[in-house]
Nanobody, 122 residues
Framework: QVNLAESGGGLVQAGGSLRLSCAAS????????MAWFRQAPGKEREFVTS??????RYASSVKGRFTISRDNAKNTVNLQMNSLKPEDTAVYYC?????????????????WGQGTQVTVSS
């Protein structure tokens, strides 16, 4: 069992920045693939970015604007979001799982946080 807790969500104007954090409760954090997903009202959950030993991956919609990082000593994963757009508005979820090279997201995620709301106004 891996418990995940997101933080850092909020309201920001278009063009602004926001940093999300995810704290994981596990003694083997470094072995997990970590990822961020998001879900906007009326839309399906979509992959945003991931990080693991195979590297980082980004959805085309956020590439160049978002950066994922992790601190294995602190059991945290972060998402730095810059140049935010109204279409980035969604609930952002932190996820953990096993590395799977063949998956577009870079892993198979079985542990999920409760999410944090990000709202970008115009």
């Amino acid at each position: 069992q891996v418990n995940l807790a997101e933080s850092g969500g909020g309201l920001v104007q278009a063009g602004g920045s926001l940093r999300l954090s995810c704290a994981a409760s596990t003694r083997t954090f470094s072995t997990y693939a970590m990822a961020w997903f998001r879900q906007a009202p009326g839309k399906e959950r979509e992959f945003v970015t991931s990080i693991s030993w195979i590297g980082t991956r980004y959805a085309s919609s956020v590439k160049g604007r978002f950066t994922i990082s992790r601190d294995n000593a602190k059991n945290t994963v972060n998402l730095q979001m810059n140049s935010l757009k109204p279409e980035d508005t969604a609930v952002y979820y932190c996820a953990a799982g096993s590395v799977e090279t063949g998956m577009p997201s870079g892993g198979v995620y079985v542990y999920w946080g409760q999410g944090t709301q990000v709202t970008v106004s115009s």
